[in-house]
């Protein structure tokens, strides 16, 4: 399977929730519940054969920090388990994100595939 197949299917299951729209390539946004796939890096594994390649799924929160952090207390549960079937799923950190279009809250799902 290819990246870019992995790409689609992160950003397919994510895009499957409500309030959520997820893309498989950066895209310029601050609006709250847009998502983008994000390749973390491959790493090669011990055995010399292949890698690993670790995903970020970064997810548009809310720009006021208690709004932001009510979101995610409300919306971690299904995001973790719709990741959790396609990555095994390492962690989810709360960031401030700065992007083109501006700095606003977030949220960034890690995990290997």
């Not at 009510?70 to 962690?91: K, M, P």
């Amino acid at each position: 399977m290819s990246d870019s197949d992995d790409r689609q299917i992160l950003s397919d299951a994510i895009s499957a929730l409500p309030g959520l729209n997820c893309t498989p390539y950066y895209r310029q946004t601050t609006r709250p519940g847009d998502a983008f796939v994000r390749l973390a890096r491959k790493d090669r594994e011990d055995n010399g054969f292949g890698m690993v390649t670790t995903w970020q799924v970064w997810i548009i929160l809310p720009s006021d920090m208690v709004a932001a952090e009510q979101w995610i207390d409300e919306h971690h549960d299904a995001i973790y388990e719709v990741l959790n079937a396609e990555l095994y799923l390492t962690s989810a950190t709360p960031s401030d994100m700065v992007l083109d279009a501006g700095q606003t809250n977030g949220v960034i799902y890690e995990g290997t595939r």
